[in-house]
């Protein structure tokens, strides 16, 4: 294999906390300079809940669809189910026909488990 | 697997490998390392900073010129140095303390979409010998990287308690995690062509000829629900209702002011260009020259073309599609948003799955 990675750096956990640390950075470093030159001033009204010019009404925290929820749900089914995929897909080659058919089973209980949402009406938008 | 040191492409270790020589000539290993990590960092801000300042000057280039304006002309020639001036402009606005606002959460949430974009944003195959983190598992690394975008929207929307911010963000959050859905099978499709899940390996793999042109059908549909898939996720376009300025002023981050609203435009423009990078990888080659099997001279001609302009440009053009999708359709609304997710994009992309395996297990691919 030939090294490919920036200054032949093996590890690569090291660049990754780099590449964290360089993010925080940026924010700090561009919040310590607004922080200098940016203007203060107080007023009252600066504090209150943008809400297109007129005093809020009621609680901020308003109900919100359930709906929400109930893809999160089912988005949660799937993205596990991909957890599961990939480890497959990067030996598929190799592992060949009875590899494709392990992993058909599951991938239908999971269709099964899609069409299943589907005919109760989850996926629709009420 | 393609051989790189046969070909004419040059080789960025035989610039690091020296200066990496150098370092250790006289400093001890970990300072060596440390040295050298602080570099990456700040070539890393710079780039960030500065792809993002061409993203937005490119786009409003880009916008104008889809409806017969002129777009920035003023500030420099062709109005080049307008994004320097946004920037500064933002830079001495007034961060506004607000009062009813969760202020551990409302400081944190511009951190996690900086952090979770610069991480992706490390991971992209800047070049040959440029690329910067290389796990074995990297695609994957990117995935979850930038589901931690997600949180800080969410977390932005939440501690804001304000009406517009929590509707904008919990519209986002259903968004965002369920195109999330059809990248992960599009990306898990090509990484079963490609048999790796390594960047480096991805882009070698493809060395005699891209992914989209080497994958058959399967690669196509995968490209199209990607880009599809990868324009919700971005929250631009045809879908950005999470800040449908009709209805919720600014979506999630209404409440944001000066330099605080700043991160949040510039993690939007850099996922745009993360979005359009990982399609280069996966489908375009990353940094991988043009490669017609059997023209010898033309490979040789495009192999002397640097590897880090190959990759930006493909990048670039691929953001120009995502433009063009915002000036084509018009909004989604939310039920129509998930409807497109769950019942055709998923769908699909599992066939297209199931397509891709029977593809390779006859040997159709290229």
Redesign the interface.
């Known amino acids: 294999m030939i090294p490919l990675a920036i200054f032949g750096i093996e590890n690569s956990g090291v660049l990754a906390i780099t590449a964290l640390l360089t993010g925080v950075a940026l924010v700090a470093l561009a919040m310590w300079i607004a922080g200098l030159i940016s203007p203060r001033s107080f007023n009252p009204q600066k504090g209150e809940a943008y809400e297109c010019g007129i005093p809020t009404r009621g609680e901020s925290m308003s109900q919100f669809h359930v709906g929400y929820y109930l893809f999160a749900i089912l988005f949660l089914m799937f993205d596990v189910e991909t957890v599961f995929l990939f480890p497959w897909a990067v030996r598929m080659q190799a592992l060949g026909a009875q590899g494709i058919l392990s992993i058909a089973v599951f991938f239908g209980v999971l269709v099964l488990g899609l069409v299943y949402a589907w005919r109760k009406g989850a996926l629709e938008w009420k | 697997m393609y051989n790189?040191?046969d070909s004419h492409i040059f080789d960025?270790?035989r610039v690091?490998?020296p200066?990496?020589d150098w370092l250790t000539g006289f400093l001890p290993g970990w300072a060596a390392?440390t040295v050298?990590?602080v570099a990456?960092?700040v070539g890393?801000?710079l780039l960030?900073?500065l792809l993002a300042l061409f993203y937005i000057y490119f786009e409003r280039k880009v916008c104008a010129a889809f409806q017969c304006r002129l777009g920035p002309n003023r500030v420099g020639p062709f109005g080049l140095l307008q994004s320097f001036a946004d920037m500064f402009k933002i830079?001495?606005?007034?961060?506004?303390?607000?009062?009813?606002i969760d202020k551990f959460l409302f400081a944190l949430a511009?951190?996690l979409v900086?952090?979770?974009?610069?991480?992706c944003?490390?991971v992209l195959p800047w070049g040959?010998?440029?690329?910067?983190?290389?796990?074995n598992i990297g695609i994957?690394?990117l995935i979850a990287c930038s589901s931690i975008g997600v949180l800080g929207i969410l977390l932005a929307g939440w501690s804001?308690?304000?009406?517009?911010t929590?509707?904008g963000a919990?519209r986002s959050?259903?968004q965002m995690?369920?195109y999330?859905?059809s990248i992960?099978?599009s990306v898990?499709?090509m990484?079963?062509l490609a048999?790796?899940?390594s960047v480096?390996d991805i882009v070698l793999a493809q060395g005699n000829g891209w992914f989209i042109f080497k994958g058959h059908i399967a690669a196509v549909i995968a490209f199209i629900i990607y880009m599809i898939a990868g324009t919700a996720e971005t929250n631009r376009g045809p879908f950005d209702l999470p800040e449908a300025e009709s209805e919720l002023?600014a979506g999630y981050h209404?409440?944001y002011s000066?330099?605080?609203f700043?991160?949040f435009y510039l993690a939007e423009y850099l996922n745009l260009f993360i979005v359009s990078g990982v399609a280069t990888l996966l489908f375009f080659g990353g940094w991988m020259p043009l490669h017609i099997p059997g023209w010898e001279g033309f490979n040789t001609v495009m192999d002397y073309i640097p590897t880090p302009i190959w990759f930006i440009g493909k990048a670039i053009l691929l953001s120009y599609i995502i433009i063009w999708f915002k000036w084509t359709f018009p909004r989604l609304r939310?039920?129509q948003l998930?409807?497109l997710e769950?019942?055709y994009l998923?769908?699909i992309s599992?066939f297209n799955?199931?397509l891709m395996?029977c593809f390779?297990?006859l040997g159709w691919h290229f």
């Open positions: 790189v040191s960025f270790s690091t490998g200066i990496h390392t050298e990590c990456i960092g890393l801000l960030y900073a830079l001495i606005k007034e961060l506004i303390c607000l009062n009813h511009p951190y900086i952090i979770a974009s610069m991480l944003f490390a040959d010998g440029l690329q910067i983190i290389d796990f994957f690394f804001s308690n304000n009406k517009f929590l509707i919990l959050g259903a995690v369920s999330e859905l992960g099978l898990v499709t990484v079963c048999g790796s899940m480096t002023t209404t409440e000066g330099i605080h700043g991160f939310i039920d998930l409807s769950w019942k998923l769908p599992l799955l199931a395996v390779i297990t």
